[in-house]
């Protein structure tokens, strides 16, 4: 499951996400973006669902949101990885994000030195997306 022996597995799970609107959420993120729903539960602003981001890693989107704009605070943004992170952002704009950081071309470290591809995405309860595509040899 993982490599982590301190903690007996490790590895990302899930990110919570409470939407300002619930049902455009959930369909942002699995129409717009092709996530799965794997669990739902609760009713009203107690629902919440867990959905597969593709790869056993979970986006947990809770109801009940404020509706008021949140400032930066602990979660800066959720990354997820991509082949393609031209088509992602397409995608993503296409189902109602706004761009924040055009898709572009970066260098990570220098030990190995890490070329990457990246872009940033703002989502419909203002939760920033980054998309993570690793182009060189050595992955992330």
């Not at 393609?84 to 189902?95: K, P, R, S």
Request: glycine share 14%; no cysteine; net charge negative.
């Amino acid at each position: 499951m993982g490599t982590n022996n301190k903690i007996g597995g490790g590895g990302f799970h899930h990110v919570a996400l409470r939407a300002n609107d619930f049902e455009a959420t959930v369909k942002f993120y699995t129409e717009g973006l092709g996530f799965e729903l794997r669990q739902a539960w609760g009713e009203g602003d107690k629902r919440i669902v867990l959905l597969d981001t593709g790869d056993s890693n979970y986006l947990e989107v809770f109801a009940g949101g404020s509706g008021e704009p949140k400032p930066e605070g602990y979660y800066f943004h959720v990354a997820f990885r991509t082949d393609n992170v031209d088509a992602a952002v397409e995608v993503a704009v296409a189902a109602g994000a706004v761009v924040t950081v055009a898709p572009k071309d970066a260098v990570l470290g220098n030990t190995p030195p890490t070329p990457v591809r990246i872009a940033f995405v703002k989502g419909l309860n203002g939760e920033i997306i980054e998309f993570f595509q690793s182009t060189g040899d050595h992955k992330l």
